[in-house]
C-alpha cells in the first residue's frame, strides 16, 4: 500500500501479467472464465461513514465471497496497524481470518478494494493456482481479482495529488486500466462510469490504450502499415533461411513445418485477449482461432 509515498507507474510487470491472464484460463477454462461476465456493482460493495464498521466490512466481505463464488467460505473481518493493506491467513477453511489496515477504519470507502484482493487470495488458495515467489503471486492475485470483475476497487482506491498520494495492490494503475480494459473487451463493459477517483479514471485510459495495441500487432490484420511493412521483411528473412529471424521486440516468431526444417513456414503469436500463443501458416489471409480463449482473429500472414 503506497501511503503518502511514490507511486509506482507504467508497465514493469507486463509479462507476468499476461501470463497470469492465460494462467486463468489455463485454470478455469473458458466457460468458468464466462460466468465472471457482471463485474461487483458499486452499490453493493458501497461503505458509508454512518455504517458500523464491524457489520459493514462483514457485509462487503460477503458480497465478494458470492462474487467468487465461495458459497461455503466465511471471512471474519479485523483491524490491526500494519505495514500492508491487509492479510489473510490461508487455513483448510470455512472460515477465513483476514486482518485489515487500521488505516481503513476512517478510510471505509476502501475497504472493498483491500478485500477484494484478500479474498481473491483465498479464491486461488482453494484452486490450487500459484505462482512462484512473495512479488508474481501477489500481482496474479490482483490481475485475477480484475479480471474476474472486482478489481475496479483496486483502481479506483488510486488517487494522487502534489500533497498526498495512495494506492492500493501490487499491480501500478496503468496495468489496471490494462486488466480492465481486457476484460472491457471480452465482456463488452465500460468500468470507467464506475471510477470516483479522476486519477483511476487517466490511468484506466492509458492501460486501455496499451490493451488495444495488443490487437493491432502482425500478422493481424489490424496492424499499422508500419508494423506490416516490419513483418514483411521478416518474414522475407525467414523465408531465407539464412538471414537473422525477428528482432526480440517483436512476439510474432516463425519456424517451419517440415521435420527437417525445410517444410513452408508457420508463424506463431500471442493471443491478444488471453495470451496464449497461437501458430497459423504464413499463406495470406487466414482466420486464426484461439483455442483457449475461443476467440477468432483475421490474420495476414
Not at 136 to 157: F, P, Q, R, S, V
Request: proline residues 6%.
Amino acid at each position: 500500500m503506497a501511503n503518502g509515498g511514490p507511486v509506482e507507474h507504467g508497465y514493469p510487470h507486463l509479462e507476468t501479467v499476461r501470463a497470469a491472464i492465460t494462467a486463468l484460463y489455463k485454470r478455469l477454462s473458458y466457460d468458468t472464465i464466462r460466468t465472471f461476465s457482471t463485474s461487483v456493482a458499486p452499490a453493493d460493495v458501497a461503505f458509508c461513514d454512518t455504517d458500523d464498521l464491524y457489520l459493514g466490512a462483514q457485509r462487503v466481505a460477503r458480497e465478494l465471497v458470492r462474487h467468487y463464488r465461495l458459497p461455503d467460505a466465511r471471512m471474519i473481518v479485523g483491524f490491526r496497524g500494519m505495514t500492508h493493506a491487509a492479510n489473510v491467513e490461508l487455513a483448510a477453511g470455512p472460515e477465513y481470518f483476514v486482518e485489515l489496515n487500521d488505516r481503513f477504519r476512517t478510510h471505509r470507502r476502501d475497504i472493498g478494494a483491500a478485500l477484494a484482493h484478500e479474498v481473491m487470495h483465498v479464491y486461488l488458495h482453494r484452486l490450487g493456482l500459484s505462482f512462484p515467489g512473495t512479488r508474481d503471486n501477489e500481482i496474479l492475485t490482483d490481475t485475477a481479482a480484475t479480471y474476474l470483475g472486482a478489481g475496479w476497487l483496486l483502481l479506483d482506491a488510486y488517487r494522487e495529488d502534489a500533497a498526498s498520494s495512495q494506492k492500493l495492490g501490487y499491480l501500478t494503475p496503468e496495468e489496471f486500466g490494462y486488466v480492465l480494459a481486457k476484460r472491457a473487451l471480452v465482456f463488452h463493459e465500460d468500468p470507467s462510469v464506475w471510477f470516483t477517483s479522476p486519477q483511476a479514471y487517466t490511468a484506466y485510459v492509458r492501460g486501455r490504450e496499451r490493451a488495444l495495441r495488443d490487437e493491432q500487432q502482425p500478422p493481424l490484420t489490424a496492424a499499422g502499415w508500419a508494423g506490416r511493412r516490419r513483418y514483411a521483411r521478416d518474414r522475407r528473412r525467414a523465408q531465407d533461411r539464412h538471414a537473422a529471424g525477428p528482432g526480440a521486440d517483436v512476439a510474432y516468431a516463425f519456424t517451419p513445418e517440415g521435420p527437417d526444417g525445410h517444410g513452408s513456414l508457420r508463424v506463431s503469436f500471442p493471443c491478444p485477449t488471453c495470451q496464449q500463443r497461437i501458430r497459423v501458416p504464413v499463406r495470406g489471409r487466414v482466420r486464426a482461432r484461439c483455442a483457449l480463449c475461443r476467440t477468432v482473429w483475421e490474420c495476414d500472414t
